[in-house]
């Protein structure tokens, strides 16, 4: 069965500075891997996925990924963050072993200081 | 495009009674949808897979007569809380999976429907 870490809970980080979620999954085969993104009280907005190809995503806001097989991660990066990146982001993964579900990572709270 | 809506957005009901939860793919077909179940600050568990046309597969510890999932359509997904209590308070958010295409792992969500028993 896949399964997804998100080592951090809450990060907290300054407006104009750089941002890095860590996402670790354990799967046998490639998995099919996502970033997803939620504000308060709202469904989740695709940031990102990675199914084949070049190991570097990149994706919406400014959002890039980078697969790396040999450390089973798939960390989600941003150069510099604005106050509305404020949120709550969940890594996934699916298999198409496991009848194409997601499974999701914990979720790690950014916030971000004026 | 792939836009997917849910109805109500919050929903307030008294323990004991049922509630249905609507998600429906605005633009496209979907086949099979998901309903998912999120408390706070925590993730999003896995309830069941609705089919359309067929019965849906639920996750293990998800009760199906609790939680009736009806695929009726290409583009409607319903469910219903049965005698709902306040333990049933959460957040329930659906995704779609669009017909046709090639990236068939790409799950559309819905705005989730706020659900509390009083």
């Known amino acids: 069965a896949q399964s997804v870490t998100q080592p951090d809970i809450h990060i907290t980080v300054s407006e104009g500075a750089s941002l890095e979620l860590r996402c670790n999954y354990s799967?046998?085969?490639?998995?099919?891997l996502f970033w997803y993104v939620q504000s308060p009280g709202q469904g989740l907005q695709l940031l990102l996925k990675y199914f084949s190809g070049d190991t570097l995503v990149q994706g919406i806001k400014g959002f890039e990924a980078e697969f790396k097989r040999s450390q089973s991660s798939f960390n989600l990066r941003k150069p510099s963050v604005h106050w509305s990146d404020a949120a709550e982001y969940f890594c996934?993964?699916?298999?198409?072993?496991?009848?194409?579900?997601?499974?999701f990572g914990g979720g790690t709270r950014v916030l971000v200081k004026p | 495009g792939a836009v997917v809506s849910q109805h109500p957005s919050r929903v307030i009901c008294k323990s004991g009674t049922s509630v249905k939860i609507e998600c429906r793919s605005l633009d496209f077909q979907a086949t099979t949808m998901f309903w998912y179940r999120q408390f706070p600050k925590q993730s999003l568990m896995l309830m069941a897979t609705s089919n359309e046309g067929s019965k849906a597969t639920y996750e293990q510890g998800v009760e199906k007569d609790k939680f009736l999932i009806n695929h009726a359509s290409l583009t409607l997904s319903t469910l219903t809380v049965t005698s709902a209590h306040p333990e049933d308070s959460s957040f329930y958010i659906c995704s779609a999976r669009e017909d046709g295409r090639g990236q068939l792992y790409e799950q559309y969500f819905g705005p989730g429907t706020r659900l509390t028993v009083t």
């Open positions: 799967y046998g085969a490639t998995p099919y």
């Open positions: 996934a993964v699916g298999a198409r072993a496991a009848g194409n579900k997601l499974t």
